[in-house]
């Protein structure tokens, strides 16, 4: 099926690694012209030099924390400058740490606040003029399963994924009209090196085999398994697609059935 990117403008956030990397990547076989940035900038530019020589596809890479707004604007305007104005816009950021809520203090909040909303936001704005100049576009947010069921011990990510959850589907309705369509890509447990950091992290905590935490995870998954990166890329191209041309406002979960929320 010819998904209809080739040559569209795609900005790609958080795309040094997992997810992101995987997004970007499947968008460059696509055809499309695709910029991403990540904090990291040397890790940033290896991800873009490996998936130009793998796709023979372009993408340009810029560095900025998602955290500052004024970053934010300057990744944007370079962006634009590499590519044209985003016809796609992919919002994506590493998820605020693991952490039981005695343990979080305004800080932490704070800092989870502008990680994991309000970057989103900030991006979405400096994005959202030219979608309407153009007659249309498409935000994908990547987010969490946890939108549907709460994770242990990631009471930040729990409580602020909701928000942008809230923020995407109103959202949705104001922009409807300008034909910009708005959806939430909610992955699973997902082979990343978040999860394993995660899994590290809890298993040190309580004394466990990380590899036997994984084991009790995927035992819950129905499909018996954690995602592969591109599993969860492939229903962000499907979003952006124009074969999702009558979708807007919805969370599409990609968990092998992990949630057990109807």
């Known amino acids: 099926m010819d998904l209809g990117l080739r ?3 795609v900005l790609v956030a958080a795309a ?4 992101g990397r ?12 695709v910029a991403i940035f ?3 900038e040397a890790a940033v530019q290896e991800a873009a030099d490996a998936l ?15 955290t500052d707004a004024a970053e934010l604007e300057r990744v944007y305007r370079a962006a634009v400058a590499a590519i044209g104005a985003p016809g796609v816009l992919v919002n994506n950021a590493g998820g605020p740490p693991a952490a039981p809520h005695d343990e979080l203090g305004d800080a932490a909040w704070m800092a989870a606040f502008e990680l994991t909303l309000l970057s989103v936001v900030r991006l979405t704005r400096l994005a959202l003029p030219a979608m309407r100049q153009a007659g249309g576009g498409r935000i994908v947010n990547i987010s969490s399963v946890s ?35 708005v959806n939430t890509v909610c992955p699973g447990w997902t082979a990343t090196d978040r999860v394993a950091q995660l899994l590290e992290a809890r298993g040190a905590a309580l004394g466990s085999d990380p590899a036997e935490l994984r084991k009790a995870i995927e035992s819950r998954i129905p499909l018996g ?3 592969a990166p591109a599993e969860i890329a492939a229903a962000v191209l499907f979003l952006a697609s124009r074969a999702a041309s009558y979708i807007t406002g919805t969370q599409l979960l990609v968990d092998g059935g992990y949630a057990r929320a109807l």
């Open 38 to 40: 990540a904090r990291d």
């Open 225 to 227: 398994r954690l995602a």
């Open 52 to 66: 130009a020589a793998e796709t023979g596809g372009e993408v340009h890479a810029f560095s900025a924390d998602v």
């Open 147 to 181: 939108v549907r069921q709460p994770l242990d011990n990631m009471m930040l990510s729990n409580s602020l994924r909701l928000g942008v959850a809230g923020w995407a589907k109103t959202l949705a309705d104001e922009v409807a009209a300008d034909g910009i369509l």
């Open 16 to 19: 040094s690694r997992g997810i």
């Open 7 to 9: 040559d569209v403008p």
């Open 22 to 33: 995987e997004v970007a990547r499947q968008f460059l076989l696509e055809g499309a012209r």
